[in-house]
């Protein structure tokens, strides 16, 4: 193997540095984004009012859920849930 002067090890070692530090910010962006629960919740929201609504008919309680914002889904039917109780 050949012998490396030191200017090519600086240099190797300083274009190192640079990937780590682009590297470390590509993954602090990646972490602000998925530990951002208000974004998730936005993300999947029609996922979690299914979920929401499957849930509260398997565990047998005929509660109406509402979304974040207070707006009743019209897909949940409500005919029959108060004689239920």
Same mark, same amino acid.
């Given at each position: ?16 540095? %640079? ?6 910010? !590509?993954?602090? &962006?990646?972490?602000?984004?998925? *530990?951002?629960?208000? #974004? ?8 979690? %009012? ?6 509260? !008919?398997?565990? &047998?309680?005929?509660?109406?859920? *509402?979304?974040?914002? #207070? ?15």
């Amino acid at each position: 193997m050949a012998q490396r002067s030191t200017a090519e090890i600086r240099s190797s070692i300083e274009a190192n540095r %640079m990937e780590l530090a682009a590297s470390v910010e !590509r993954l602090r &962006g990646e972490v602000t984004r998925l *530990t951002d629960w208000r #974004g998730q919740l936005e993300r999947h929201r029609s996922e979690l %009012m299914v979920g929401d609504s499957l849930g509260g !008919r398997m565990t &047998g309680k005929p509660e109406v859920s *509402t979304s974040i914002d #207070g707006f009743i889904p019209s897909h949940i039917p409500l005919i029959g849930l108060i004689d239920n109780c």
